[in-house]
Nanobody
Framework: QVQLVESGGGLVHAGGSLRLSCAASGRTFSNYAMGWFRQAPGKEREFVAA????????YYADSVKGRFTISRDNANNTVYLQMNSLIPEDTAVYYCAAGFSIGDYMRSNDYRYWGQGTQVTVSS
């Protein structure tokens, strides 16, 4: 069982930055790939970024590539999403997710555990 708690969301002007954190419970954090997804009002949940258990490989949606960076600290059971050059289209609830055996990092169904989400709002 893995419990995930996101933090760091908020309101920011376009061009600004935010760093999201996701704290995980459990002693086997490094066994899980971690992902960030987001859901805007009236839209489906979409993939943002993912990182393998070791942290050696990362994956990004084209819409955030070059602006967002995912990283993890296995010693502290935490995964981060650094978001720079934010645009209004990044406004959404951001969710952290953990998966033990990931076939497709972009597929939400491959992740077993989810956090409650944190709101990110980017004003123009």
């Amino acid at each position: 069982q893995v419990q995930l708690v996101e933090s760091g969301g908020g309101l920011v002007h376009a061009g600004g930055s935010l760093r999201l954190s996701c704290a995980a419970s459990g002693r086997t954090f490094s066994n899980y790939a971690m992902g960030w997804f987001r859901q805007a009002p009236g839209k489906e949940r979409e993939f943002v970024a993912a990182v393998t258990g070791s942290g050696k490989s990362t994956y990004y949606a084209d819409s955030v590539k070059g602006r967002f960076t995912i990283s993890r600290d296995n010693a502290n059971n935490t995964v981060y999403l650094q978001m720079n050059s934010l645009i209004p289209e990044d406004t959404a609830v951001y969710y952290c997710a953990a998966g033990f055996s990931i076939g497709d990092y972009m597929r939400s169904n491959d992740y077993r555990y989810w956090g409650q989400g944190t709101q990110v709002t980017v004003s123009s």
